[in-house]
């Protein structure tokens, strides 16, 4: 393996923290972030993520045992704090062995960061405040992921680049912190752990690698698109709070507007309470990401991409994309020293 000594030593703690060569986590992309591609990304070095998303603890059960056949490496699995069978699918978890959790979607529910740490593993939190993020650090998490609205997906409100100076002087001394959002080259990553970061998170660099089974329209998509394609979707009822998504512009857009709109009638009419319809929201975001990425109905599913997406322009092995970004942040850091 090609040595990176400036970018290893500023990565140290995290690459210690997830057991893997490089600290450089494949963001958790429901459909995308599977065996193929969790297996290759730890193959490479990096710290590949399974993405629960809306799965049941058996396709949890099947998901991890099928990446184990894959690699003997690292890697962990994502899950959202709202899935009404989190605690089933921490005991999948521990069953199996999985040494990180990575909590997403929201506040961690009460015990589920003590069921993850009873378990043996370690726990990764987001936190879009830092009194927030300094609370959960309190509590028990073992690591924060600090993820800018930059990024694919469910997004916060508040740009990478102001979360990193925020977070990381208060927070990196002690605690373990990667930054996600934005990120598409070894000279950003570079940044960011100068200021402290233990490491990043990337999703959409490896959405439309090699091993991704990302249908081959939905990669041509990505590889069409500029940043600015990449929109945030818009809140039609503010009694109904959605976390807001960034993806591709498409009818699959609207089509979420159209949704918003159905599930704030249905909660109106007392039909159901706010947290069936927030479920709603989440089966909805399932549905139409499947349709896009297993599909390739690019029209009317759903394109969930960072702004980033206008670094992404080919296919691309796993190990080549890991490889470039540590040399791009090894040339990076070696420029510095110079000056």
Same mark, same amino acid.
């Given at each position: 393996m090609t040595s990176y000594p400036k970018t290893s030593a500023l990565m140290a703690r995290g690459s210690e923290f997830l057991g893997s060569e490089y600290a450089i986590l494949c963001g958790a992309m429901s459909w995308v972030s599977e065996r193929n591609l969790v297996s290759a990304i730890s193959n490479a070095g990096g710290f590949g993520v399974i993405a629960c998303g809306a799965m049941t603890p058996d396709l949890l059960d099947t998901e991890i045992s099928e990446t184990k056949k894959l690699t003997d490496k690292p890697f962990g699995v994502n899950l959202i704090t709202m899935h009404p069978q989190l605690m089933e699918l921490i005991d999948v978890c521990g069953k199996h062995g999985v040494g990180h959790v990575v909590l997403a979607g929201g506040i961690p529910p009460k015990d589920s960061?003590? &069921?993850?740490?009873? /378990?043996?593993?370690?726990?990764?939190?987001?936190? $879009?405040?830092?009194?927030?993020?300094?609370?959960?650090?309190?509590?028990? %998490? #073992? %690591?924060?992921?600090?993820?800018?609205?930059?990024? *694919?997906? /469910?997004?916060? $409100?508040?740009?990478?680049? @102001?979360?990193?100076?925020?977070?990381? $002087?208060?927070? &990196?001394? #002690?605690? @373990?912190?990667?930054?996600?959002?934005? @990120?598409?080259?070894? #000279?950003?990553?570079?940044?960011?752990?100068?200021?402290?970061?233990? *490491?990043?998170?990337?999703g959409t660099r490896f959405a439309c690698a090699t091993e991704s089974i990302a249908h081959p329209d939905f990669k041509k998509a990505f590889f069409r698109a500029k940043a600015r394609d990449a929109e945030t979707s818009v809140q039609v009822d503010p009694r109904l709070p959605v976390i807001p998504v960034r993806a591709l512009k498409n009818k699959g857009t609207e089509a979420f507007t159209a949704k918003q709109r159905e599930v704030a009638q249905l909660l109106d009419e007392g039909k159901v309470d706010m947290a069936e319809a927030q479920l709603q929201i989440e089966h909805f975001w399932a549905g139409a990401l499947r349709r896009a990425v297993i599909d390739g109905d690019v029209e009317g599913g759903s394109l969930m991409a960072g702004q980033s997406v206008s670094l992404v322009k080919e296919e691309e092995p796993v190990a080549e994309i890991i490889a470039r970004l540590m040399e791009e942040s090894e040339a990076a850091l070696t420029r510095r020293n110079r000056l």
């Open positions: 960061v003590e &069921a993850i740490k009873a /378990h043996g593993a370690r726990v990764l939190v987001f936190a $879009p405040t830092l009194a927030l993020a300094k609370k959960l650090l309190r509590s028990g %998490a #073992d %690591a924060l992921v600090i993820e800018g609205n930059e990024a *694919g997906g /469910h997004i916060g $409100p508040v740009a990478t680049s @102001i979360l990193a100076q925020e977070f990381l $002087p208060e927070l &990196a001394e #002690d605690f @373990i912190v990667f930054v996600a959002g934005g @990120i598409g080259t070894g #000279d950003m990553i570079a940044a960011y752990l100068e200021m402290g970061a233990a *490491g990043v998170q990337l």
